[in-house]
Nanobody, 120 residues
């Protein structure tokens, strides 16, 4: 059974920084992509940052402030968030597109979410 666990959320003032971490456990054969999404109440989940086949992708709203760092070998991905703004507040979710051992296909697995609150 594959599980993703996030950590690192919390309360921070505008302009501050946080690091989110996500680690996958279980019988994992291959990881193709790692990503962070976020979702505010009443809104759709949106992509924040993604590492996919060697390429990095960022939402326009976080470019220059957030950095995704994948470590495929350790099944870990971090998101460094700097110069945080109140609109960066929602719940953040880790997503990995991976193939468990003894399964033929890749699938998306999600963490449980970690809350980030940016407020003065």
């Amino acid at each position: 059974q594959v599980q993703l666990v996030e950590s690192g959320g919390g309360l921070v003032q505008p302009g501050g920084s946080l690091r989110l971490s996500c680690v996958a456990s279980g019988n994992i054969a291959e990881i193709y992509a790692m990503a962070w999404y976020r979702q505010a109440p009443g809104k759709q989940r949106e992509l924040v940052a993604r590492f996919d086949g060697g390429r990095f992708e960022y939402a326009e709203s976080v470019k220059g402030r957030f950095t995704i760092t994948p470590d495929i070998a350790k099944s870990t991905v971090t998101l460094d968030m700097n110069n945080l703004k109140p609109e960066d507040t929602p719940v953040y979710y880790c997503d990995m597109n991976l193939r468990p051992i003894q399964e033929p296909k890749f699938s998306d697995y999600w963490g449980q979410g970690t809350q980030v609150a940016v407020t003065s």
